[in-house]
């Protein structure tokens, strides 16, 4: 038994004993091949990248410049069966056999990830990231330490966005970034119903709430408010915790509230729960192109992430339709007593948040940006990513004996310092903490954005941001504040006056509509299951009259008379009698709160067709700014698309009518939507990748503003005069051209 357990103690011994050797052996060869590898590397030329369309492969070039040593960024073809990669390989592989506490081997090899940092623990590592002595540690911590830490790891960020965009050569474009590209689609869909919904039920909800007019200006605005603080916040997140999960919070936030926002019934709820739903959409775009930009090469960036705009407009069209289908069928409904009441535009209300629940169940099966993952230092998890695009894409296009040939990727050195909370600490202090740690990491990448290196590039975005903000939201919404204008012009064109009538004896048993009445005597009549619509009574007597089941709208009595007057079940409250008399006048079971009004029908279809029609005209400007966004370029295709918007805008005085207004809106939106796809794709290559979702951020939530601004400045000129919105639109697109030609031209270049 002793003899047996030496044996098996000595056994073990010799095992590590050749681990240890096969591992020295491995590390040996590592380095020299890295030693080759490391100058040819670092003078590489990426100039293809701009001039030739036709790539090769990745394995190729990888090849010449590595000699298919394992222990550099290439592998050799697994196919060729060399007999040296075969050895190297083997080796390092075998290396993870005997693995102990006292001689650790790296576990990753056990998965098939490759050594991020083989050979650097003896100094062999490539390049320029080779690992500092103590001296340098310490060196990070004065002054010039700092500046030489920073320097190498903007270097190391150049070297790393020059691999990645050879990365991405090699896993090319298919099966997998088309799956994303549906799947962020659904967000970026439910960012645009966000901006549809409360339009399309404030005709309904303000009834069925009693709002007033200031009430209903601030849910109208509500929705831009939270979408505004959303951005920031998001943006800011997603450099820090990663997009896919930042994105997940935020979808989350939005569908539980807005299924919340369907079901609560007061106005102060209403509102809240619009707010936060507001809040957690507001990231959606932010984080949507920074992370489908992080899968696509520099030849294929401009034209998927136009085509990614497309699902903005899907979602408008996805609005529009189910509200024509769903809330003027107001059988659609129950209620619960007089307090709690489920009508038909809050089954649209929760209707609206399945996109948004769509995209969280979809986003789970999709893996984090490697190049979040690369540019904050961990290796295995961005190699194992992008392993599997590249085995996705190559299944897909019938190629699955094809190798991933990198295997071993630049990653950045993190600066972030680690605060020790240590195990005695209570649990909401470590919280607290790792709150204000990241908290502070925000701010600073956000403070980062106004550096003198991006300085001038954030202000020109900012500017470019809001004039174009300003002028297409303000011109959205003010377009069917001005066909309704119309709409009340021609109604109001139609009023029918009677003047000085008496009426005696008479039974009112049919709608009334649309009428004036002045200085009437009403004895003994009888108005009875009627509806009023746009009525007016002025200066008129009622007497001996008996009102039942009266339904009304935009009805009102001024300097009326009621005498032994009786109303039963009737809407007619008293705000409705303005400057008016009730003598010996009783009130019987009046209705309860506000009613909806079902008799506009056809205003609401006209609104919904409306948002249906302008949604639909993007399609042509966003299938033209796809297939020319590389080829013009990002800067071309934003200036030019500004300056026919800005002509564009002068036709609007022509707008007379109703249909005139409907297709002035459609031209208006089919230009101006090319230069807001140029305007993405620009905001996502001007910054690196630790701060590009945090400017996105910033700059969606500068958007908002100036949407709120537009919108509340526009809509005070409705019915006043067209000029003034029209210049201060028109001024504005031209402002944004202008400042949009001094910004840099990123078409060719590789992603930051």
């Not at 504040?481 to 029918?496: F, G, N, P, R, V």
């Not at 948002?611 to 590389?630: E, H, K, Q, R, Y």
């Not at 500068?702 to 001024?731: M, N, R, Y």
Request: glycine share 10%.
């Amino acid at each position: 038994m002793e003899d047996g357990y030496q044996n098996r103690t000595a056994f073990i011994k010799g095992a590590k004993d050749i681990a240890k050797e096969v591992k020295r052996q491995a590390s040996k060869k590592v380095g020299r091949s890295v030693d080759r590898v490391t100058d040819e590397y670092s003078k590489r030329s990426y100039s293809r990248f701009e001039e030739d369309d036709d790539y090769p492969p990745a394995v190729s070039s990888a090849s010449q410049d590595g000699g298919g040593g394992s222990g550099g960024y290439y592998r050799g073809d697994s196919q060729a069966g060399g007999g040296g990669d075969d050895e190297d390989g083997g080796g390092h592989s075998d290396s993870t056999e005997g693995h102990d506490e006292d001689d650790e081997i790296y576990e990753g090899e056990y998965q098939g990830i490759p050594r991020a940092d083989s050979g650097v623990k003896e100094g062999l590592a490539g390049g320029p990231s080779s690992v500092k002595g103590a001296g340098g540690v310490q060196g990070f911590r004065d002054g010039d330490g700092a500046v030489a830490a920073e320097a190498e790891r903007r270097k190391d960020q150049e070297e790393l966005a020059q691999q990645y965009e050879t990365i991405l050569q090699e896993c090319g474009h298919g099966k997998f970034q088309w799956t994303l590209y549906f799947v962020l689609g659904l967000a970026l869909m439910a960012d645009g119903v966000e901006i549809f919904v409360v339009g399309f039920v404030l005709p309904s909800a303000e009834k069925d709430m009693c709002l007033s007019e200031p009430n209903k200006s601030m849910l109208g605005l509500i929705v831009y408010l939270g979408m505004m603080v959303g951005a920031f916040l998001w943006g800011g997140l997603a450099d820090r915790i990663g997009r896919r999960q930042s994105l997940l919070i935020s979808l989350s936030i939005n569908s539980v509230f807005s299924f919340f926002s369907s079901f609560v019934q007061g106005y102060s709820t209403f509102l809240f729960c619009r707010l936060l739903s507001g809040v957690g959409i507001g990231g959606s775009i932010p984080i949507v192109f920074s992370y489908y930009s992080e899968f696509l090469a520099q030849e294929k960036r401009g034209e998927h992430l136009s085509w990614l705009c497309m699902f903005w407009m899907i979602g408008g069209i996805y609005a529009s339709a189910m509200a024509w289908a769903i809330i003027p069928h107001y059988g659609w409904s129950f209620q619960m007593g007089s307090a709690y009441q489920f009508h038909s535009w809050r089954v649209f209300v929760l209707v609206c948040a399945l996109p948004s629940v769509a995209a969280i169940i979809a986003l789970s099966a999709m893996p984090e940006s490697p190049r979040f993952y690369l540019e904050n230092g961990k290796h295995d998890e961005g190699w194992m990513i992008l392993k599997q695009v590249h085995d996705t894409n190559m299944r897909a296009k019938g190629f699955p004996e094809k190798v991933f040939s990198v295997t071993t990727i630049k990653t950045v050195k993190q600066m972030d310092e680690l605060v020790d909370t240590g195990t005695d600490t209570p649990v909401w202090r470590r919280y607290k903490l790792k709150i204000m740690s990241l908290t502070q990491q925000v701010k600073n990448n956000f403070l980062a954005c106004f550096n003198p290196e991006y300085k001038r590039t954030t202000f020109m975005l900012m500017a470019v941001w809001f004039t174009m903000s300003f002028s297409y939201y303000g011109l959205t919404v003010w377009f069917p504040d001005m066909i309704k204008y119309i709409q009340k012009q021609e109604y109001e064109s139609k009023t029918k006056t009677f003047t000085k009538e008496r009426v005696e004896h008479v039974t009112f048993n049919f709608t009334l509509e649309n009428q004036v009445h002045r200085e009437g005597h009403y004895f003994n009549d009888k108005f009875l299951n009627l509806k009023m619509k746009s009525m007016v009574f002025e200066d008129s007597v009622f007497e001996e009259c008996y009102f039942e089941d009266i339904t009304s709208t935009n009805t009102f009595f001024r300097n009326c008379t009621f005498i032994a007057s009786l109303f039963y079940n009737t809407d007619l409250f008293k705000y409705r009698f303005v400057n008016s008399k009730l003598v010996n006048s009783t009130f019987l079971h009046n209705k309860e709160g506000c009613m909806l009004d079902f008799s506009d029908d056809n205003n609401a279809y006209m609104i919904y067709f409306v948002s249906f029609l302008g949604t639909l005209a993007v399609l042509p400007g966003n299938i033209v700014s796809a297939l020319l966004m590389d080829k013009i370029g990002r800067l071309r295709m934003l200036a030019g698309s500004s300056v026919i918007s800005c002509i564009s805008c002068f036709f609007l005085m022509f707008g007379n009518n109703e249909s005139g207004m409907i297709a002035l809106l459609c031209l208006f939106g089919g230009i101006s939507i090319a230069s807001w796809n140029a305007l993405d794709v620009l905001t996502v290559e001007l910054y690196p990748s630790d701060k590009r979702t945090t400017a996105f951020g910033f700059l969606n939530a500068l958007c908002k503003l100036a949407a709120v601004l537009g919108i509340s400045i526009f809509q005070s000129f409705v019915g006043i005069t067209k000029a003034v919105p029209i210049l201060f639109a028109a001024g504005a697109l031209a402002a944004g051209s202008f400042l949009a030609t001094k910004l840099p031209e990123t078409r060719g270049q590789v992603l930051q």
